[in-house]
């Protein structure tokens, strides 16, 4: 069993930033691909950005890309999202999960093909 728990999230103002933090427990976090999705009220959940077993490989949705940043440190087993430049479409509950494969550069956009979840952080931004 494979535990995620996010962190970091928080209020701020548009073009702020915030980092979010996900920790990963019960098994080494090389073991997976990482993703972060997010979801607002009355939407469905959406992929943001995920992230290879090995960090090699990286992708993002078309309207985070260059605001945000995804990185891991399998040493630490922790997953991060470095979001720049905020805006109101930002704001939303943000998910970590993870996917077990053996391939070095597989990563994941689909939510199906997550095997674990976070509980999510809530990420409010101001105008």
């Known amino acids: 069993q494979v535990l995620l728990v996010e962190s970091g999230g928080g209020l701020v103002q548009a073009g702020g930033s915030l980092r979010l933090s996900c920790a990963v427990s019960?098994?080494?976090?090389?073991?997976?691909?990482m993703g972060w999705f997010r979801q607002a009220p009355g939407k469905e959940r959406e992929f943001i950005a995920a992230i290879s077993r090995i960090g090699s490989n990286t992708y993002y949705r078309a309207s985070v890309k260059g605001r945000f940043t995804i990185s891991r440190d399998n040493a630490r087993n922790m997953l991060y999202l470095q979001m720049n430049w905020l805006k109101s479409e930002d704001a939303a509950v943000y998910y970590c999960?993870?996917?077990?494969?053996?391939?070095?550069?597989?990563?994941?956009?689909?939510?199906?093909?997550?095997?674990?979840w976070g509980q999510g952080t809530q990420v409010t931004v101001s105008s």
């Open positions: 999960a993870a996917k077990s494969t053996l391939s070095n550069a597989m990563y994941a956009e689909n939510a199906d093909e997550y095997d674990y």
């Open positions: 019960g098994r080494t976090s090389r073991t997976y691909a």
